[in-house]
């Protein structure tokens, strides 16, 4: 089983920057498929940015060029960092994972909500001009 633990979300301003982190705990040596989501008030929870384990990478259009996505291999800790944040990219963010992935879809990409078995709870970004 794997357990996802999302942290260090806050407030920042407009041009600032913050980096979330989500640690992944259980099962740690399979392939995972690893991604970060948001959902906003009154909206759909959408994908952010995916990484696979050889470190490529996937990205909404919305957050393309500003957002980057990593992963700690050696303490199994998955980050995004958010570069010059909009007031728009405030929401609660979830870090999510296609467990024990085959490789039957590829690489990993940023899939649909109901593609990934396994969520966090969430850490809120509030990002104000």
């Known amino acids: 089983q794997v357990h996802l633990a999302e942290s260090w979300g806050g407030s920042v301003q407009t041009g600032g920057s913050l980096r979330l982190s989500c640690v992944v705990s259980g099962d740690t040596y399979s392939r995972h498929c690893l991604a970060w989501f948001r959902q906003a008030p009154g909206k759909e929870r959408e994908g952010v940015a995916a990484?696979?384990?050889?470190?490529?990478?996937d990205f909404a259009d919305a957050v393309q060029g500003r957002f980057a996505i990593s992963k700690d291999h050696a303490n199994n800790i998955l980050y995004l960092e958010m570069n010059n944040p909009k007031p728009e990219d405030t929401a609660m963010y979830y870090c999510?994972?296609?467990?024990?992935?085959?490789?039957?879809?590829?690489?990993?990409?940023?899939?649909?909500?109901?593609?990934?078995?396994?969520w966090g709870q969430g850490t809120q970004v509030t990002v104000s001009s």
């Open positions: 999510a994972a296609v467990t024990d992935y085959t490789g039957s879809w590829g690489r990993c990409r940023l899939w649909g909500n109901d593609a990934y078995n396994i």
């Open positions: 990484i696979d384990n050889d470190g490529s990478t």
